[in-house]
């Protein structure tokens, strides 16, 4: 600790650092592991007669290892295994990560390791440890492994070594048998598995099959004649002749000749080994031994690995095409009669002869017409079309989805006639027709706004598809329209909201949503609240016509995870929500606290990745209670909740909303549109007269409040905002007005002040439940929260805990700092806690300026004496 920092906690009040245990090591397992959440707890079972580690998540049900939903953090496994439940703590190896683990059973005995082991350890170098059994070590290293091994967990039967690089665990201990941390070692693993792995392991590994004879019965020299009339004939003509044309380098040039052979050979072996033999590359190299392969092994593994398709393919994906028309192509066996898809059946009759049987296979005929790859994930999409009763119909789908029989059968909802009886046969026909229809990929997007180098807009996106991943998306999408011109929307909207600063601001800050990550700000809240009356709502439906209809408004009645999609499908365009009453508070709550930081909570797929929505948007939301009320527990929310509190058309009559519902529901979107399309124009001079002019005047404003501070910028962005369309469209919005209404909402936001917010609470707590206090009259009989003596108030380290939670340190720390405790010395450091006796017993308080609990509004000296 640095000289003259101040230490809040006593040492053994500190709950932050794991204590290290007697019984167990854990402490000494790498740090960078210990900040994963790959960790589960383990406990020895027999399952079928066989003594098995049986991985568990914290819970108690059984850990799986495509699912990181069942993992947990380092602290939560080594705190379960301590409890004696569980026999230790576990890792779960995954393809999210860069590590590797190497397991050598049975090679320690009487303080010696074998031979084996010895070599291993020495040659990898990394992150040692004695497994449970203390007869065999764990190795982790950092790399990948070899791109032609495939699957996971790799095993030699000779030597007793296994290697996983995902989709399985390893017990830990901590006790090292060295003291290095995780080294990179992919070309040490690479050589690990070519010196201990025999040739039919590493075949298995990578998905070889090395049959007992050869299978490819074509002559040597037909094969070879083949191969140099092919597009690459010259190529190939070369390295038989022994060129070295790969970088002058033998062994990629052995490997490149071994590629062509594996094509060209079927991927035979044997006959791949023979021929090569007759090549001039062949050396004496090709047979020696490297460990337990020869080099020709290897080299032949590795290209059959690497090689997706054999000549068979070719040939059996061309046997297919058959063409119908100009523009259209279908595979063989099947054709299109009447609308209806028929496929052809070859059958003998009573006389032997083959006669073509026409079977129906679907009343429509469905056809692959567009791909689509998504622009920010590798996705393939197709679009499907199919005509039926004269109308053409059109749907996206992911291209998997024409492979899975649940996701066809959705289609019947859609007017496909698929059924339970034809599905499969639609699979092995759309499989088909994916192979002899080579389409263009286009561009597709599942979401709006900022995307990459491009912004898409549902109105503009030229070249790009969006396609909403549901139903909702689908209906904000469709929200994106335009109605009327820009002079309309200024006239009749914007000019009589103007009288208004709050409802002002709020329109204002929907067109700053589209700036944020050009300005390189996070997510943050606009929430408009106040008792119920007429104007909140009205507001938000203002703030969606700068974009398009009402239906781009929700409602807070929505999920955790439906909210999340919304905000992600939005991405850059404002989430706007109504209506707090109707949210379910756990759920809003949890939302809030997401919401600000732009990232949903990671989910587990079936595959075991972690799938996340992000957004970089401004929320607007309308309700009768402020959204800091639900995010007051809420860490650094306050900070990104720009509250306006009171009513946003305070004196307007009927008419005035009469008039202004009327133009809301004629004039929208054209002013976003054109709004962005000059942003864009505009943008690389506008954004440094931001941070040089706005931002830091505002900043100014805050005098030093951190919170203030955080929201100062946002401010500053909805200001910026106005200015732009003051010189875009001389809209002749009063700054100023805008400006000292920062000022005045800052007044009216409590929550600027979160460290005397949290105390105000406490005491708030205190006073509604005086029997949690220990004083001079009386000793609760239940929780102690805090004691009174001697005209002080002292604040206990459990109660301080259970209230503050996560933040206790952070707001101790303030509390210290701007003289709200009464400072301490101990051990020549500042502390926030004193010893107390008081009755006969010793107690650690935290005792408050009595100063600040008057201005507070409390005292607890008075009841006392009652």
């Known amino acids: 600790m640095q000289q003259g920092q101040q230490q809040i906690y006593e040492e053994e009040q500190n709950d932050f650092i794991l204590p290290q245990m007697k019984t167990d090591s854990y402490n000494d397992i790498p740090i ?71 397991d050598i059973d049975k090679c320690y005995e009487n303080g010696v390791f074998n ?4 070599s291993v350890i020495d040659s990898l170098d990394s992150y040692t440890e004695f497994s449970p059994s203390k007869t065999g070590v764990h190795l982790i290293v950092e790399g990948k492994m070899p791109d032609w091994i495939k699957g996971t967990g790799k095993k030699s039967s000779k030597y007793g070594i296994e290697i996983y690089s995902h989709g399985r665990f390893f017990t830990f201990t901590g006790e090292r048998e060295n003291e290095n941390e995780i080294q990179e070692r992919t070309d040490e693993v690479a050589e690990l598995l070519e010196t201990y792995f025999t040739r039919e392991e590493m075949a298995a590994y990578a998905n070889v099959i090395i049959p007992q004879g050869v299978t490819n019965t074509e002559e040597d020299s037909v094969t070879w004649q083949r191969m140099f009339k092919s597009k690459q004939g010259e190529r190939i003509l070369a390295m038989y002749r022994g060129d070295l044309i790969i970088n002058n380098d033998h062994s990629s040039t052995d490997l490149s000749l071994c590629d062509a052979l594996a094509f060209w050979c079927d991927k035979d072996f044997w006959k791949m080994d023979r021929m090569f033999r007759q090549s001039g590359l062949m050396r004496d190299k090709w047979d020696e031994r490297r460990g337990e392969l020869l080099y020709g092994e290897k080299t032949l593994i590795r290209a059959i690995s690497t090689k997706k398709d054999t000549v068979s393919d070719y040939k059996k994906k061309h046997e297919l095409q058959i063409q119908v028309n100009d523009s259209f192509v279908f595979p063989k066996g099947y054709i299109s009669k009447n609308g209806c898809l028929y496929q052809i059946i070859e059958k003998k009759d009573r006389n032997g002869e083959i006669e073509e049987l026409e079977v129906l296979i679907c009343r429509q005929t469905p056809i692959i017409t567009r791909s689509f790859m998504n622009v920010e994930h590798p996705q393939l999409y197709h679009e499907l079309s199919w005509s039926d009763k004269g109308k053409v119909y059109k749907e996206v789908i992911p291209a998997g989805d024409l492979a899975i029989k649940k996701e066809l059968l959705k289609l019947s909802y859609k007017s496909l006639a ?56 689908k209906q904000l999408l469709e929200a994106f329209q335009t109605s009327g011109t820009i002079e309309d929307w200024i006239e009749h909207v914007l000019k009589p909201i103007q009288r208004h600063p ?29 008792v119920t009356s ?87 939301s309308t309700g009768e209670d402020s959204l800091n009320a639900y995010a007051e527990r809420a860490g650094g929310v306050a900070a990104r909740i720009l509250p306006i509190t009171g009513l946003p058309f305070e004196g307007e009559n009927y008419q005035f909303f009469n008039d202004l519902y009327k133009a809301i529901e004629n004039y929208y979107g054209s002013i976003g549109l054109e709004f962005l399309k000059k942003w864009h124009e505009q943008k690389e001079t506008a954004i440094p007269y931001f941070d040089n002019s706005y931002n830091e005047r505002f900043q100014q404003k805050a005098y030093g409040n951190e919170v203030i501070s955080r929201i100062a910028r946002y401010y500053a962005a909805i200001v910026f905002t106005a200015d732009l369309l003051n010189n875009f469209f001389n809209c002749n919005i009063d700054l100023k007005i805008l400006a000292d209404l ?55 380290p459990a109660y301080l805990k259970e209230f503050l939670k996560s933040e206790e340190k952070t707001i101790r720390s303030e509390w210290l700092r701007r003289g709200i405790t009464v400072p301490q010395v101990s ?28 201005e507070l509004g409390f005292d607890f000296s008075e009841e006392f004496h009652t």
């Open 742 to 796: 920062f000022d005045e909402l800052n007044a009216e936001n409590k929550a600027v002040d979160k460290p005397k917010q949290l105390l105000e609470m406490m005491l708030q707590d205190l006073d509604s439940d005086r029997g949690a206090i220990f004083n001079n009259y009386f000793e609760p009989r239940s929780v102690i929260k805090a004691i009174f003596k001697n005209g002080s108030l002292y604040l206990l």
């Open 502 to 530: 709050r409802a002002l601001l709020m329109v204002v800050a929907s067109f700053t949503s589209v700036l944020l990550q050009d300005l390189k700000m996070k997510p943050f809240i606009v929430d408009l609240s106040g």
């Open 115 to 118: 031979e084996v082991a010895t």
């Open 32 to 102: 960078e592991l210990q900040q994963l959440n790959n960790w589960i707890v383990w406990r020895l079972e027999s399952r079928k007669g066989k003594n098995t580690k049986v991985p568990y998540n914290v819970n108690g049900s059984e850990a799986r290892s495509n699912d990181a939903n069942t993992w947990s953090s380092f602290v939560e496994a080594v705190t379960a295994a301590r409890t004696g439940r569980y026999d230790g703590i576990g890792f779960m190896f995954s393809q999210q990560d860069q590590y590797i683990g190497i």
């Open 827 to 854: 051990k020549g450091k500042t502390v926030d806690y004193k010893q107390v006796k008081h009755k006969g017993r010793n107690f650690s308080g935290v005792p408050i300026q009595q100063k600040t609990i008057e």
């Open 534 to 620: 007429q104007g909140k709502t009205t507001v938000l439906r203002a703030c969606v016509s700068v974009w398009g209809t009402e239906h781009l408004v929700s409602e807070w009645n929505l999920t955790k995870v439906a909210a999340e999609r919304k905000a992600s499908f939005l991405n850059s365009f404002p989430l706007i929500l109504d209506d707090t009453r109707k949210a379910d508070e756990k759920q809003l709550q949890g939302f809030i606290y997401n919401f600000s930081g732009g990232r949903s909570k990671g989910r587990g797929s079936i595959s075991g990745s972690q799938r996340e929505f992000t957004w970089g948007n401004l929320m607007l």
């Open 418 to 473: 698929v059924t339970d009886n034809n599905a499969k046969h639609l699979i092995t026909y759309f499989d088909r027709l994916n192979m002899v229809n080579n389409l263009d990929h286009e561009h597709l997007v599942e979401r709006l706004g900022h995307i990459k180098n491009t912004f898409i807009h549902p109105l503009t996106a030229a070249g790009v598809t969006v396609l909403p991943p549901d139903i909702g998306e």
